[in-house]
């Protein structure tokens, strides 16, 4: 019998934890597996959207907001944080708004990226000089790990709410148990293991090019900053595993992303640190976040984690 991470972890909290804790501990894994966690992510959703826009938001002051189309992802954070909230207390809201706000929020994503692109090519040398314009030039995945939030959130809007949990329309049970069920039905049972991991692999192949070439432009002057390079391939080659294996979804992902979730913590740490111990430290606080080290980049990092986690506890496609 194939090892199930879903099954330990609660056989581990029943023998191992108080009464009160091993139930809290097995009926968010209960919720996790059935997909009954539309409240949860839609917080998350919200709470990382903050954050997101936030980064953004300062990242583009830096650029003179020169393009007007520079102030949509600061006002799509913004929607997006609201729709979140909105889905924690309405289901329809999270069907809806949330919904529409996130594959808005997604297709400015992928504009951003190619005005990113497009800021690469114009720099002197264009891709003549890829090494030297990249790093210098605007951040090329950054827009598309700012539409992260935006991805869980639609997301979301497929998932049930947690009072369903022991109540599943027989529409949806037939359609899954039958195998002729879509991803949105898919999506709706927890089933969306491999589809998660794969997505998996593509934020962390971002995410970690990210981390090299701004830990490039500071010669990498501590070693902590070689951790999340580091640690990026491991995620793909997990997230890859976690696509063709079950065994491997449930043992090695979980295990690098747990390290991946935790090095993001370590790292906002830094930058934060970082930020405090320049000229002035936190008595100028706009002006050393805007100039010192981007102080949510490695929540981007842990947000990888985070997916990967979130992949192991989830069941696979029936497809």
């Known amino acids: 019998m194939s090892f199930v991470l879903t099954t330990a972890l609660e ?3 029943n023998w191992n934890l108080p009464q009160p804790l091993s139930a809290g501990v097995t009926s968010v894994l209960e919720h996790m ?20 826009g936030l980064e953004v938001g300062y990242e583009h002051y830096k650029g003179s907001y020169s393009n007007p189309v520079m102030y949509t992802p600061v006002a799509l954070s913004g929607a997006l944080a609201g729709a979140g ?13 949330l919904r529409w706000t996130s594959l808005a929020t997604l297709a400015d994503g992928l504009v951003g990226f ?4 497009r800021g690469v090519a114009r720099k002197p040398g264009g891709w003549g000089l890829p090494v030297n314009n990249i790093v210098m030039g605007p951040p090329i995945f950054a827009p ?3 539409a992260t939030s935006a991805y869980l959130g639609l997301l979301a809007s ?3 709410r947690e009072e369903d949990l022991h109540r599943p329309t027989v529409q949806l049970q037939s359609s ?8 949105r039905a898919e999506l709706r049972a ?12 593509l934020w962390a192949l971002f995410s970690g090019f990210e981390a090299l070439y701004s830990h490039y432009k500071t010669n990498f002057r501590y070693k902590a900053q070689w951790t999340p390079v580091l640690l990026t391939p491991l995620l793909m080659a997990a997230g890859i595993g976690a696509v063709k294996s079950r065994r491997f979804a449930n043992t090695a992902l979980p295990a690098v992303s747990a390290l991946a979730l935790a090095d993001g913590a370590a790292g906002f740490y830094y930058h934060a640190r970082g930020i405090a111990r320049r000229p002035g430290g936190l008595k100028k606080p706009m002006y050393n976040t805007l100039h010192g080290p981007p102080i949510f980049a490695p929540l981007l990092f842990a947000a990888c984690g985070f997916l990967g986690l979130m992949a192991s506890l989830l069941r696979r496609e029936k497809r």
Do not use: M, P
């Not at 059935?34 to 709470?47: M, Y």
């Not at 909230?85 to 708004?97: C, D, H, K, P």
């Not at 899954?176 to 991803?183: A, E, F, I, Q």
């Not at 927890?190 to 692999?201: I, Y």
């Open 144 to 146: 598309l790990l700012f």
């Open 190 to 201: 927890g089933r969306f293991q491999k589809h998660l991991s794969t997505v998996t692999v």
């Open 33 to 52: 597996r059935e997909g009954c966690f539309q409240r949860s992510l839609c917080f998350i959703v919200a709470a990382t959207s903050v954050a997101s």
């Open 114 to 117: 190619f005005f990113h692109v």
């Open 85 to 97: 909230l909105a889905g924690v207390f309405s289901r329809v809201a999270a069907r809806t708004i």
């Open 158 to 160: 497929y998932l049930r």
């Open 11 to 13: 056989r581990s909290a």
């Open 176 to 183: 899954v148990n039958s195998g002729k069920s879509d991803w």
